[in-house]
C-alpha cells in the first residue's frame, strides 16, 4: 500500500514563526503536491514537484515555500507566519508521466496560527 | 476561468440510492477523478473517466459527458459509512487537477 505521511497532525504556532510542514512518500513517486483546504473551497495546490530539485508553483504560492532534496520527501515552508495562513494542508503523490495517475493524500497536517 | 461545481451537502437514508452532480468548465480534459472524504481524514481515490459512459465499481458508479461538462457519483444501498464529503475534480489540459468544494453526504437511518 501507498503510504504519505505527514510530520504533524495538529499544529499551533505564532504569527511571524516560521514553519515546516514535512511529507514522506514510500513509494517512489516522482510526483509531490502541497494543497491547503479550507471550508467551502475546493482543495488549492500550493506547490507541486515533479522531480528531485524541481518545483513549480500552483494556483496559490504567496507566502510559502517549498523544499525537494530527496524523491520521497516534500517539504512546506512558511517563511513568516500568519493567521490566513490557518488551514488544512494536505500533502500529495503520485506517479511519474502526464498520463492519468490518481493521487494519493497523507492524513494533513491542521495548522493553526495565532 | 476554470470552475468546478458540485452541491454543498446532501441528504439520503440508509439502503438508498443518492446521485452526486458534478459540472465544470475547464481549459482542456484529460479525465475527472471522484474521491471520498471521511472528516478529519484524507481524501482516497474513487474513481476516472476519461471517456463518455458508465463506469460501475461494486456499490459505487460515475458517469461522464464530456460535451455537456458533466459528471455523476451514484452511489447504491447507502450505508452510514457512505457519510463522508465526495469530492470532483477534472484534470486539464497542463495535466493539473482543478478541484471542486465537495459535497458533503450526510445518511440518516
Known amino acids: 500500500d501507498v503510504k504519505v505521511t505527514q510530520s504533524s497532525r495538529y499544529l499551533v504556532k505564532r504569527t511571524g514563526e516560521k514553519v515546516f510542514l514535512e511529507c514522506v512518500q514510500d513509494?517512489?513517486?516522482?510526483?509531490m503536491f502541497w494543497y491547503r483546504q479550507d471550508p467551502g473551497l475546493g482543495l488549492r495546490l500550493i506547490y507541486f514537484?515533479?522531480?528531485?530539485?524541481?518545483?513549480e508553483k500552483g494556483d496559490i504560492p504567496e507566502g510559502y515555500s517549498v523544499s525537494r532534496e530527496k524523491k520521497e520527501r516534500f517539504s512546506l515552508i512558511l517563511e513568516s507566519a500568519s493567521t490566513n495562513q490557518t488551514s488544512m494542508y494536505l500533502c500529495?503523490?503520485?506517479?511519474?508521466?502526464?498520463?492519468?495517475?490518481?493521487?494519493?493524500f497523507g492524513p494533513g497536517t491542521r495548522l493553526t496560527v495565532l | 476561468g476554470q470552475n468546478i461545481d458540485q452541491p454543498t451537502e446532501m441528504t439520503a437514508t440508509e439502503g438508498a440510492i443518492v446521485q452526486i452532480n458534478c459540472t465544470y468548465q475547464?481549459?482542456?480534459?484529460?479525465?475527472l477523478f471522484w474521491y471520498q472524504q471521511h472528516a478529519g481524514e484524507a481524501p482516497t481515490f474513487l474513481s476516472y473517466?476519461?471517456l463518455d459512459g458508465l463506469e460501475e465499481k461494486g456499490r459505487f458508479s460515475s458517469f461522464l459527458s464530456r460535451s455537456k461538462g458533466y459528471s455523476y457519483l451514484l452511489l447504491k444501498e447507502l450505508q452510514m459509512k457512505d457519510s463522508a464529503s465526495y469530492l470532483c475534480?477534472?484534470?486539464?489540459?497542463?495535466?493539473?487537477?482543478?478541484w471542486g468544494a465537495g459535497t458533503k453526504l450526510i445518511i440518516k437511518p
Open positions: 475547464t481549459s482542456g480534459f484529460n479525465g
Open positions: 513509494m517512489d513517486h516522482e510526483n
Open positions: 473517466n476519461v
Open positions: 475534480a477534472v484534470m486539464d489540459s497542463n495535466y493539473q487537477l482543478i
Open positions: 514537484s515533479y522531480d528531485v530539485k524541481m518545483k
Open positions: 500529495a503523490s503520485s506517479l511519474g508521466g502526464a498520463d492519468y495517475n490518481e493521487q494519493f
